[in-house]
């Protein structure tokens, strides 16, 4: 009777802990939730990024974001069409589908346009430059029968890198508790906000331990931008990136010599706020380590292949100030986030790059891009010309074999 009642006691002190840590657990969530508002709802899984949803539908076999589930393309709904490849920044990482800076660009071009032009972005979170060029290849030959009007590249700084997004991937390998406990974390732990202020207080303990010396500090200097960098230490595998990277901008500059291409940069936080007055990161990468100027390098590639370099980055910057002398510094991305813009950033990122990209699409340009209205018509008359000097050279040749008849009579 006593070990009965020993075991009962054991069982309802195990329910009493037990309930007594879950509320503990529940009071530390709501005070963390009432602190810490802006790091509620960070829930990322295979349908949501930042808690907003995204759906996919595939086009011509490759996965591509749409605007809601079951959406069929109209690939037929217009001959003219914009290629835009890129990563999470192009795929709308955090954003609705509505918000992302090229649906912004379409909104534009349907209200001003008699001769409207759809945009096609087959971008998926992770993608690099290798993964781009591919796209656009493949794209290239699906519109083959109808007008490339321009090709833009949104580059981002950790586009730099050794390997194809798919071998990254690839080269993590876990095991299946390691899997397990990762699919937990994203289904379960990811909701609380107690454990996000946890984990984020913990990697700033950790990053203020980091070593002074960028050689002893590795690709913890910069982290996934090491390679456009050039981080000390990185300096020769950075430097044969870049040159691949101009190699393969040219291959596609040479595969559609009279389509404009665009690279645009889209900027990191530091970028626009390098004091971080408006936007906390964990991770505030070590520049001064850096050997490699990726803007310079950017700018050398576009003018060696003719093509225009969209750099909104002082503007946003300029704006970025404007707000903290108001005293209402501007959030432009995502809070401990260095690369994804928020609504606010998206739209600022729009505006500048639409402006940017209608001058470029309007440009003549006589060595490479679209023809433009101008263009063609120089074009044309160049034609005509050549015409009428062939035409002046049958006739010469046509009066010399007279001549030469005439002669060979008498």
Request: net charge negative; with cysteine; hydrophobic share 40%.
């Amino acid at each position: 009777m006593g070990e009965r009642l020993s075991a009962r006691k054991k069982l309802l002190l195990s329910a009493m802990l037990f309930a007594c840590a879950l509320i503990s657990f529940g009071a530390i969530e709501l005070v963390a939730r009432a602190l810490f508002p802006q790091m509620a709802g960070h829930i990322v899984s295979s349908t949501k990024t930042r808690n907003k949803n995204f759906h996919l539908e595939p086009f011509s076999g490759v996965k591509m974001r749409v605007p809601q589930p079951d959406y069929e393309f109209d690939a037929e709904s217009t001959q003219r069409v914009l290629l835009v490849m890129g990563d999470s920044i192009t795929f709308g990482f955090g954003l609705a589908y509505q918000d992302i800076y090229w649906q912004r660009w379409q909104r534009v071009f349907d209200l001003r346009s008699d001769d409207p032009i759809q945009i096609i972005s087959p971008a998926y979170m992770g993608n690099n430059f290798s993964n781009n060029t591919e796209s656009i290849r493949q794209f290239i030959d699906l519109f083959a029968d109808r007008e490339i009007v321009g090709i833009v590249y949104q580059f981002n700084f950790n586009d730099i890198l050794p390997l194809r997004a798919e071998a990254i991937r690839d080269a993590v390998h876990l095991t299946p508790v390691q899997q397990s406990l990762m699919a937990f974390r994203v289904k379960y732990l990811n909701l609380s906000v107690a454990q996000k202020v946890a984990a984020h207080y913990l990697n700033r303990v950790r990053h203020s331990l980091r070593p002074e010396d960028c050689n002893d500090l590795g690709v913890n200097a910069l982290g996934e931008y090491t390679y456009a960098y050039g981080a000390k230490g990185f300096e020769e595998v950075s430097t044969k990136l870049w040159q691949s990277f101009d190699e393969k901008v040219t291959e596609i500059h040479d595969i559609v010599p009279r389509t404009p291409f665009f690279i645009l940069v889209s900027p990191l936080s530091p970028h626009i706020d390098p004091h971080y007055q408006g936007n906390y990161s964990t991770f505030q990468p070590r520049f001064d380590c850096a050997t490699i100027d990726p803007i310079e390098q950017l700018t050398r590639v576009a003018k060696a292949n003719d093509i225009d370099l969209i750099d909104p980055t002082d503007y946003m910057a300029q704006i970025f100030q404007s707000s903290v002398a108001e005293h209402n510094p501007a959030q432009m991305y995502f809070f401990n986030d260095l690369n994804h813009f928020n609504e606010m950033g998206a739209s600022y990122f729009a505006e500048f790059s639409m402006q940017k990209l209608t001058e470029g699409l309007a440009r003549e340009k006589p060595t490479g891009g679209l023809a433009s209205e101008e263009f063609a018509e120089e074009l044309a008359r160049e034609d005509l010309a050549e015409g009428r000097a062939k035409g002046e050279l049958a006739e010469g040749l046509a009066k010399g074999e007279l001549a030469e008849g005439l002669a060979s009579a008498h």
